[in-house]
């Protein structure tokens, strides 16, 4: 007969739930017991109640949500987690129970789940509980009374508690219908702990009681207020056209509408009306504006900033974060996580909980996976209006994501607007989950969230129209020299190319050849520290766009770049030469050609773009050969697709041909010979990448599904790697003799100090500005391309645990996604406290060429 061995841990008398600390407290004489668990829940469960009623929304939180909220930290009341606390106070622990064991379960975490499903919480509650630190705890096998957690005389103090809990808050256990709404209790869950445990609960001597509304207000949630009955002109100065009419007459409510037009027309502007109007009505909390890329979020954020100046009231309290990009970063307090330091203090995700926020689509797309912190994505984007923006056919690759998260978000009552030139009807279709018919162009389908699912479908005529020639180039030295010949003639010149790395090197193919001639040269992508991106971006976009009109013909211009210069960006060439890339991509490059008609020109100059691309053939039989790095941009076979279509084109004309040509392209056929091989590997992946059919099974989220949360670095929301690592770029760092203060010197020569062990050396203020210095020489990178990473231990004995998140030690699988590089007078980047900075490449960077790695 098999034996189970008895666990080592004593039944011991278990503390009472109203003694067991939740926090330390930083006093001046060190470390010593915060508030009590029960005092923390209280707190947690009235901030989640108050979060709730100040919502435009609240009628998608099910009844008892707060108490969820409330009941998270039941599983702090265990003799690891009680000896936790005594040890870091240094008082006296229980005997038998080491803390650092608890990272076995995912910390108190853990303890709180198992409690709640002992307890039969309703479907859904007790995962919630386990993950409202992000992740799921790996539970197999454990119990509530198991002696690691105290046996029974513990669980029947957590027991107690959650009655306590009951009468105090008056409320039970919610139950939740849906796994949206299940992410959404979640999501209020982490918000409120954040908050629950942020300045004004830290003090144990304290009240808390008339603390909640103030806390609420210091981190941002406080319902605008907008001036009434605007008109489109009086928020933008100009009358709509009728495409941005036809989409504002259809959004009234909550629901999924789609504008279809082509670019130049419009799209941004029709959008945010249509939001003012849901706004207006208080049928929606907020506006997330979801972009491709960081770079185009910045230059629409002017945008918006202007559209929120019209409409918010004078009196709205939001008014005040309008002053600058990072306002409501630096000026709201979203208490613990939300602090510098914390897995939530950086813009891009922040930006997901702030009333108003322009960020990317990959942030967004995260609220329907099972990341850390999705669910609190979800929670942020619950009852708003989403723009989504420049959404592409292409987009199929990870079309389930996004088809996952409109479903989500329309189950969540928020009013989603998807924007794009280049959809099929089947995508249209797959991202409505509803049938369409028309193929009209412009187009605009209509989906509200009540009534039937029938949708309304719009055509509309548009007058305007022009064309652009079309050559297929295979002589890259060619295409070159016609780019400084154009140039030389004062013509403004657009190079787009799929990677970094070939626009890096492009740019040097062209820049000493240009200044020869007085040819300005510029370089735009997506890995330059902020301040850099910033000031090119300035200069080179305003120099291209209405900004520049009057200086433009001073001299020949040539702007290299990536996909960043298709995407959202009002500039205007005169030619271009853009490396093949699928149809839907390379009608949004010829949107930056010719855009207005207003425009100075020089005489010579034709709209007209170059397409460097290989023979057909030779690029069916060898893809990756031919294509080279664009390969593993796009997928070769759609690539080969979209080369049958616009190999024999010599013109195109915006709009009429933009819809045949995307139809072309993405109609569904049957495949023979290498074709065949290359559909079934974009169906199924290869060995460096995932299929569409593995990206579909990433979309089916699953609250209740145990400990396989995925790390944020490892979600991939497109074909290509995402850049998920931050390059830390400084050139020099040091501490003092006595170890409490490092020194850190950025690009600039500006210096940074930051305390070793104790933040309170540094005001919340002083703290956050700091942490936004460092920020703005961060450098995204992908994971091949990232300096080789330094330990937690080595980056917290330079103070920076204060200002970048390190990851969790409750969490093995966690991971702090920041690296360290020096950068020295030449451009190089070494490694602190002489470490390697890679094994087999050299890493530089110049503040005209980015971050760049050149293989030895």
Same mark, same amino acid.
């Given at each position: ?14 503390? +009472? ?6 926090? *330390? ?24 109640? @108050? ?16 108490? /969820? ?31 650092? $064991? ?87 869950? +982490? ?68 504008? @279809? ?6 799209? *941004? ?33 002017? %945008? ?45 995700? %922040? ?26 994505? /979800? ?28 479903? $989500?978000? %329309? ?20 991202? &409505?989950?509803?049938? *369409? ?8 389908? +209509? ?28 002589? @890259?030295?060619?295409? $070159? ?20 790395? @070939? ?13 020869? +001639? ?5 370089? &735009? ?39 960043? $210069? ?72 759609? &690539? ?68 396989? *949360? ?63 210095? &460092? ?82």
């Amino acid at each position: 007969m098999k034996r189970f061995k008895r666990e080592q841990q004593q039944t011991v008398p278990a503390v +009472s739930y109203q003694d067991c600390p939740a926090k *330390t407290y930083e006093s001046l004489g060190g470390p010593r017991c915060g508030r009590t668990v029960e005092n923390h829940c209280r707190i947690v469960g009235e901030v989640a109640r @108050e979060i709730i009623r100040r919502s435009p929304v609240a009628d998608i939180f099910p009844e008892g949500a707060e108490f /969820a909220a409330a009941s998270h930290d039941i599983g702090k009341v265990s003799p690891t987690f009680y000896n936790k606390i005594k040890r870091a106070c240094a008082e006296e622990l229980v005997p038998g129970f080491n803390p650092d $064991l608890e990272r076995g379960w995912g910390g108190h975490a853990g303890v709180s789940q198992l409690t709640a499903r002992h307890l039969d919480a309703p479907e859904y509650v007790p995962e919630i509980l386990g993950q409202h630190h992000g992740f799921s705890p790996n539970l197999s096998g454990m119990r509530a009374k198991d002696q690691k957690f105290g046996g029974e005389p513990w669980q029947a103090e957590r027991e107690k508690l959650v009655q306590s809990l009951q009468r105090s808050l008056g409320a039970h256990w919610p139950y939740i219908e849906s796994i949206a709404q299940a992410r959404l209790v979640a999501g209020l869950t +982490s918000v409120a702990d954040w908050i629950g445990s942020g300045q004004h609960f830290e003090d144990p001597s304290l009240p808390w009681e008339d603390r909640i509304g103030k806390a609420l207000d210091d981190a941002g949630f406080v319902p605008a207020r907008y001036k009434l009955r605007l008109s489109f002109a009086d928020i933008f100065g100009f009358e709509p056209r009728q495409a941005q009419s036809a989409l504002i007459e259809q959004v009234s409510q909550p629901g999924v509408y789609i504008l @279809e037009a082509p670019m130049g027309l419009g799209k *941004t502007e029709a959008a945010l009306y249509a939001a003012y109007q849901v706004l207006s009505s208080r049928q929606a909390s907020g506006i997330y504006f979801a972009l491709p890329t960081q770079l185009t979020s910045n230059k629409i954020f002017d %945008r918006f900033q202007r559209f929120l100046g019209e409409v918010l009231a004078d009196d709205c309290s939001h008014r005040s974060l309008l002053l600058h990009a990072n306002a409501w970063l630096f000026e709201t307090d979203m208490g613990e996580e939300g602090r510098p330091g914390g897995a939530w203090f950086s813009q891009s995700k %922040r930006g997901l909980l702030a009333p108003f926020a322009v960020g990317t689509i990959d942030q967004a797309l995260m609220a329907a996976m099972n990341v850390k912190h999705g669910f609190v994505r /979800a929670f942020g984007l619950a009852g708003k209006v989403v723009i989504l923006d420049e959404v592409h056919t292409y987009d199929a690759y990870t079309g389930s994501l996004m088809d996952a998260l409109v479903q $989500l978000l %329309r189950q969540l009552n928020c009013t989603v607007i998807i924007l794009s030139a280049t959809l099929n009807q089947g995508r249209r279709q797959q991202l &409505l989950d509803r049938p *369409t018919r028309a193929t009209a162009y412009p187009l605009i389908t +209509s989906s509200p969230s009540s009534g039937d699912e029938a949708v309304v479908e719009v055509g509309v005529s548009v007058n305007e129209s022009r064309e652009v020639q079309i050559s297929i180039c295979q002589d @890259e030295s060619r295409a $070159l020299e016609q780019t400084l010949l154009r140039a030389a003639q004062g013509q403004q010149v657009l190079w787009i190319e799929n990677t970094v790395k @070939e626009a890096q090197m492009r740019y040097l193919d062209l820049a000493a050849r240009a200044s020869e +001639s007085g040819i300005a040269c510029g370089l &735009l992508h997506s890995r330059f520290t902020p301040d850099d991106r910033q000031n090119i971006e300035e200069a080179w976009v305003n120099l291209y766009g209405k900004a520049g009109w009057e200086h433009r013909q001073q001299q020949g211009r040539i702007l290299v770049g990536t996909q960043v $210069l298709e995407q959202s960006l009002d500039i205007d060439a005169d030619f271009m030469i853009s490396r093949f890339a699928p149809t839907d991509m390379l009608l949004q490059r010829l949107g930056r050609l010719w855009r207005n008609e207003d425009t100075p020109r020089c005489d010579q100059a034709i709209p007209e773009a170059w397409l460097l691309a290989p023979n057909l053939q030779e690029a069916i039989e060898s893809p990756v050969q031919q294509f080279g790095a664009s390969a593993f941009v796009y997928a070769p076979y759609v &690539l080969c697709r979209s080369l049958e279509v616009w190999e024999n084109l010599t013109c195109v004309r915006v709009p009429e041909d933009i819809r045949q040509l995307i139809e072309s392209t993405y109609v569904s056929r049957a495949e023979t010979g290498v074709m065949s091989q290359w559909l079934n590997e974009l169906e199924e992946g290869n060995r460096q990448r995932s299929g569409r059919n593995t990206m579909r099974q990433l979309a089916r989220v699953a609250l209740a599904e145990a400990g396989n *949360t995925m790390r944020e670095s490892k979600a991939q929301t497109r074909y290509s790697e995402t850049e998920s690592y931050e390059v830390l770029l400084l050139r020099a760092i040091s501490r003092d003799r006595e170890g409490r203060i490092a020194t850190l010197t950025l690009l600039n020569g500006d210096q940074v100090e930051l305390p070793v062990r104790n933040r309170k050396l540094l005001t919340k203020h002083d703290l956050r500005q700091r942490t936004g210095a &460092l920020m703005r020489q961060v450098v995204k990178v992908p994971p091949g391309d990232k300096p080789k990473t330094v330990g937690a231990d080595t980056l917290r004995r330079f103070g920076l645990q204060h200002c970048f998140y390190l990851g969790n030690p409750d969490w093995p699988e966690d991971e702090s996604v920041l690296c360290v590089a020096l950068v020295d007078e030449a451009g190089r980047l070494h490694g602190i406290e002489n470490h390697d900075v890679h094994d087999t490449h050299t890493l530089e960077y110049r503040d005209d060429l980015g971050y760049r790695v050149i293989k030895d």
